[in-house]
């Protein structure tokens, strides 16, 4: 799965950049990115594909129930909150950092996974 994402994955990197420029909506839709592209690569590592919102909803269920030490179900809250904030720019800065370890928590447990 390394190969699909590392910890400094092209959506992380873009995200710190947009955030020390203070474009949190911006910052939200690549820290949202990152850990989409983190769930999509273990599907594929599965033989699952998936397109839309509610299969990765159901697919992150999936792993929850398989893998709860990974916060998982949390974690998706987090990122669905900034790719909300990308289209309504309603997050302080603080949500968004708060947010931002969450998902780095998440996709390192999961890059640890492989």
Same mark, same amino acid.
């Given at each position: 799965?390394?190969?699909?994402?590392? #910890?400094?994955? /092209?959506?992380?990197? +873009?995200?710190? /950049?947009? &955030?020390? /420029?203070?474009?949190?909506?911006?910052? @939200?839709?690549? &820290?949202?990115?990152?850990?989409?592209?983190?769930?999509?690569?273990?599907?594929?590592?599965?033989? *699952?594909?998936?397109?839309?919102?509610?299969? *990765?909803? +159901?697919?992150?269920?999936?792993?929850?129930?398989?893998? #709860?030490?990974?916060?998982?179900?949390?974690?998706?809250?987090?990122?669905? @909150? &900034?790719?909300?904030?990308?289209?309504?720019?309603?997050? #302080?800065?603080?949500? *968004?950092?708060?947010? /931002?370890?969450?998902?780095?928590?998440? *996709?390192?447990?999961?890059?640890?996974?492989?």
């Amino acid at each position: 799965m390394r190969k699909c994402l590392s #910890p400094d994955s /092209k959506y992380l990197k +873009e995200a710190e /950049k947009l &955030l020390a /420029k203070r474009d949190y909506p911006q910052a @939200s839709e690549k &820290l949202w990115g990152a850990f989409v592209e983190a769930v999509k690569a273990l599907a594929i590592k599965k033989g *699952i594909s998936l397109g839309t919102h509610r299969s *990765i909803a +159901e697919f992150i269920s999936r792993l929850h129930r398989e893998h #709860p030490e990974w916060n998982l179900m949390n974690a998706f809250k987090h990122a669905e @909150s &900034l790719h909300v904030n990308f289209y309504e720019n309603h997050l #302080p800065e603080d949500h *968004i950092m708060e947010s /931002k370890k969450v998902l780095e928590e998440s *996709i390192r447990l999961m890059l640890e996974s492989e």
